[in-house]
């Protein structure tokens, strides 16, 4: 039983859903997430919701990035095991 189901969901709430992400040069992702996780280590280029494109540079294992992407890109990404949270 969920008794905050009828709460809203603020960007300060604790995340409900993920699923995996496979970059792409072309294709945004399904869902604007709250979160992205890196499970393997490396680098990660996105396209932030405002539209910017940005590298990160050696992200850890195991770190979780408070960023909304609209899309991960293929090109530029060596970080593995991605997930997006909402």
């Given at each position: 039983m969920d008794t905050f189901s009828s709460h809203s969901q603020s960007l300060n709430a604790p995340i409900r859903s993920g699923a995996p992400v496979t970059p792409s040069n072309s294709a945004d992702l399904p869902v604007l997430p709250r979160a992205l996780y890196i499970g393997g280590g490396g680098d990660i280029s996105m396209i932030l919701a405002g539209g910017e494109t940005i590298t990160l540079k050696s992200v850890p294992a195991g770190a979780m990035l408070p960023l909304r992407a609209?899309?991960?890109?293929?090109?530029?990404?060596?970080?593995?095991?991605?997930?997006?949270?909402?």
């Open positions: 609209s899309r991960v890109r293929q090109t530029g990404t060596t970080a593995t095991a991605l997930v997006a949270l909402w």
